[in-house]
């Protein structure tokens, strides 16, 4: 998490995040999903669709968080396509 956040969510900090990304979900009906590993059943990060603040406005953004691990194997790129296909196709954005 020290790559996108300044530092591991303590219990209280991890149910605020949980609990906006809920909210999300019953606003927009989408949000961030889990990547995990078909081999090992291993979650290595998060991809998804979130809306985002720029200009005084929201706009629709593909966000994604991968283990470090695993960046350069292109799960973030697999992931992002996914992504943009379900928000034309199935979102309706």
Do not use: P
Request: aromatic share 16%.
């Amino acid at each position: 998490m020290r790559a996108a956040y300044e530092s591991a969510f303590n219990l209280e900090e991890a149910q605020n995040w949980l609990n906006r990304h809920l909210k999300r979900y019953e606003e927009y009906g989408f949000g961030l999903w889990a990547i995990v590993l078909k081999e090992t059943n291993e979650m290595i990060g998060q991809c998804g669709l979130t809306m985002q603040g720029w200009r005084e406005k929201e706009i629709l953004e593909i966000g994604f968080l991968f283990q470090k691990a695993y960046w350069h194997k292109g799960y973030a790129t697999e992931a992002a396509i996914a992504c943009k296909e379900y928000a034309f196709d199935s979102a309706g954005c």
